[in-house]
């Protein structure tokens, strides 16, 4: 399978790295690799859900108790989740780190995959979630740790979409 | 039975716990007897109480934590219970408040109305213990038996479609939400139980 082990390892070491401790995840191809670091980390508590929305719950009711977490999906959870974001993440003030796959972009060959790709970002801006990317390896070690901490300084959701660049290898 | 009736018979084994509640009469009434700091309502995002309740379950094991929910946010996030029945944490007792209907938005009847069994789905879901009930007595006894038997436990409590007047109270959501963390910040382990 042509998702990036070393780069998955690379992501998965940041949010370490930012005192992430749970994350809750809905597995898709690209997040297969960092699904099983988290189930293999003793110091992680790992979430599988049925629905992405009910991460933010999960993540929101950790802040609370004071645990960092973060949530794994791909876009079209992230667009199953925005009721969550808006009505629980946003309207509480919730730090919530998103690392949402970045399907449906240049170079996608699944046709199902497309539409989503096209409104993820669009989406992101409406709601006003600050939002960048990773896709380049040496950047992402800072991404996320910046990212951690605008959402903790503003008390609001970020997200950084996992890019086919870092995620697949072809 | 009326759920401000069952709210205040087990009132006082909520007061050393951490509480999370769902929006419209749950959260009022509850108020209406008494808030304390370690009482957390989601005036929102319908569904998501019980996935709160998970998150502090999880990440706190130190602490008890009881999800007062309603059968109009369970039948939004139906699998919320496969998820809370993988994880099935021992200190979270999840009630539910079925009036068979969307109180807060006129009484549409809801799907339990018709036959749904929110119990049976909890228990065919996987959590451990389950139970339906329809008097105040029946209720404190499950509930106290639930808190006792130290595993996830979903209850059922049958009540009537009726609430407060309003679910607006002056208690404003962000203050409720930062007294809350602030409360599972500084109490001490152990002190929730």
Not at chain 1, 104 to 112: A, N, Q, S, T
Not at chain 2, 126 to 144: K, N, Y
């Given at each position: 399978m042509p998702v990036s082990t070393t780069h998955s390892r690379l992501v998965y070491d940041a949010l370490k790295a930012c005192g992430i401790r749970l994350i809750s995840a809905l597995p898709e191809t690209w997040l297969v690799h960092l699904i099983r670091m988290a189930e293999d980390d003793p110091e992680m508590t790992l979430v599988r859900l049925a629905k992405e929305e009910e991460g933010v719950g999960i993540s929101a009711g950790a802040h609370l108790a004071g645990v960092?977490?973060?949530?794994?999906?791909?876009?079209?959870?992230?667009?199953?989740?925005?009721?969550g974001i808006v009505s629980c993440a946003q309207l509480y003030r919730i730090p919530l780190l998103m690392l949402i796959s970045h399907r449906?972009?240049?170079?996608?060959?699944?046709?199902?995959?497309?539409?989503?790709?096209a409104v993820t970002e669009d989406l992101l801006r409406t709601l006003r979630i600050p939002f960048s990317y990773l896709d380049d390896p040496a950047r992402v070690s800072h991404r996320i740790r910046k990212a951690q901490t605008l959402a903790y300084s503003s008390n609001k959701p970020v997200a950084l979409l996992l890019c086919r660049d870092l995620m697949w290898e072809e | 039975m009326k759920r401000i009736d069952a709210l205040r018979a087990i009132y006082d084994r909520l007061e050393n716990r951490v509480v999370v509640t769902i929006m419209g009469a749950v959260a009022a009434e509850l108020q209406s007897i008494g808030h304390r700091p370690n009482f957390?309502?989601?005036q929102h995002a319908m569904g998501l109480a019980s996935s709160m309740g998970l998150g502090i379950a999880l990440t706190r094991p130190d602490k008890d934590v009881v999800v007062l929910d309603g059968d109009g946010s369970v039948l939004m996030n139906l699998g919320g219970l496969t998820t809370l029945a993988r994880y099935r944490p021992t200190n979270l007792v999840h009630v539910v408040f079925d009036n068979e209907s969307l109180l807060s938005v006129g009484g549409f009847p809801t799907a339990t109305s018709t036959g749904s069994d929110l119990a049976g789905i909890a228990a065919a879901a996987?959590?451990?213990?389950?139970?339906?009930?329809?008097?105040?007595?029946?209720?404190?006894?499950?509930?106290?038996q639930a808190i006792a038997a130290r595993e996830l436990a979903t209850i059922v409590a049958k009540v009537d479609a009726v609430g407060p007047s309003g679910y607006v109270t002056d208690l404003a959501l962000l203050e409720n939400r930062f007294q809350f963390q602030r409360f599972l910040k500084h109490v001490d382990a152990g002190a929730a139980r």
């Open positions: 960092p977490s973060a949530m794994l999906m791909q876009n079209h959870g992230f667009l199953a989740s925005i009721n449906g972009e240049f170079g996608e060959r699944d046709p199902w995959q497309t539409e989503g790709g | 957390f309502y989601l996987g959590v451990p213990h389950t139970a339906t009930v329809r008097d105040v007595e029946g209720f404190a006894r499950a509930v106290d």
